[in-house]
């Protein structure tokens, strides 16, 4: 059972926009259609992970094939 206080549902912001997802798998799933819709071809996720305590942010992008990867990656 996950601790509500340091664990919390992944969040994807595309354009200003707060999208909420219930798992990081689910995220990623709908990465390369939040990537084509950004107007920066950016998308940065905040989330918790599992056994740590704190805010994880990622930046994610295009490589050069066309393929979301994470750009930027971190500790808030």
Do not use: C, H
């Amino acid at each position: 059972m996950a601790n509500t206080i340091t664990q919390w549902k992944p969040e994807a912001t595309v354009n200003g926009t707060a999208r909420r997802f219930k798992t990081y798998a689910k995220l990623k799933r709908n990465m390369l259609d939040m990537l084509v819709e950004s107007n920066s071809n950016e998308v940065r996720v905040s989330r918790s992970r599992r056994g740590q305590w704190g805010e994880w942010f990622e930046y994610w992008g295009f490589d050069n094939n066309r393929k979301p990867v994470i750009i930027k990656q971190g500790w808030m």
